[in-house]
């Protein structure tokens, strides 16, 4: 809901003559810290566990790789605006961290994070400018598990997803920069796994570089 209505006020604000489109794609990294996971069975019978801090994997450049895309509207004055953002990163969790019956799990198609931003762009007219954001959406994981030997894939919508990030914007031509960020988000999503749900907290730094043209 919150993503939708930031779309609508983007489109709403399309016609204004102060303003200035963004369109901007990124590929990068990422390091998620070690987290502990809750097991949590469909019912009594079912496994109910918490692990130790499991150490998790990024396979930032295994395809798919990571990847993100915004789009965003700004005033010309003020250096201010609003943005979508699409995150696509995984999270892949060390075997020798995981106790029985977790045999395998992983965040692998991602954990996708959908955003609604609120972006600050530094004025002026030096080719180097300065750029911050921080968003919340929400996390829509794949996961991919193996529970007591049955596996399970699926995408979901799941919890909140919050971002802050910030990085120099670079003036190469009269509508085209290159960018460089540094990038923290966090999402607990619960994912569904045979005979239950497996929740986590994926608190993540990303370096990210692309391409933003405006028009």
């Not at 998620?32 to 469909?42: C, D, N, P």
Request: with cysteine; net charge positive.
């Amino acid at each position: 809901m919150r993503v939708c209505c930031l779309l609508g006020l983007l489109f709403a604000f399309a016609d204004s003559a102060e303003a200035a489109w963004t369109a901007m794609a990124f590929l990068g990294g990422t390091a998620t810290a070690a987290a502990s996971l809750r097991l949590a069975g469909a019912s009594p019978a079912e496994p109910h566990l918490e692990t130790p801090p499991v150490h998790f994997d990024s396979k930032s450049f295994t395809p798919p790789p990571y990847y993100g895309y915004r789009l965003g509207w700004n005033a010309s004055r003020g250096g201010l605006g609003i943005e979508a953002e699409l995150i696509h990163m995984k999270v892949y969790a060390r075997a020798a961290d995981l106790p029985a019956p977790i045999e395998r799990f992983s965040i692998s198609h991602g954990l996708n994070l959908l955003l609604g931003n609120i972006v600050w762009r530094q004025r002026g007219r030096g080719r180097v400018r300065l750029a911050a954001r921080v968003g919340a959406g929400i996390a829509i994981p794949h996961g991919e598990s193996r529970i007591g030997g049955v596996e399970r894939e699926q995408y979901e919508i799941s919890s909140l997803a919050l971002q802050g990030a910030a990085g120099p914007e670079i003036v190469v031509a009269p509508h085209a920069r290159v960018f460089a960020e540094y990038k923290l988000t966090t999402a607990a999503p619960a994912v569904s796994v045979a005979g239950g749900t497996i929740r986590g907290r994926y608190t993540t730094q990303h370096l990210a570089t692309g391409l933003a043209f405006t028009w």
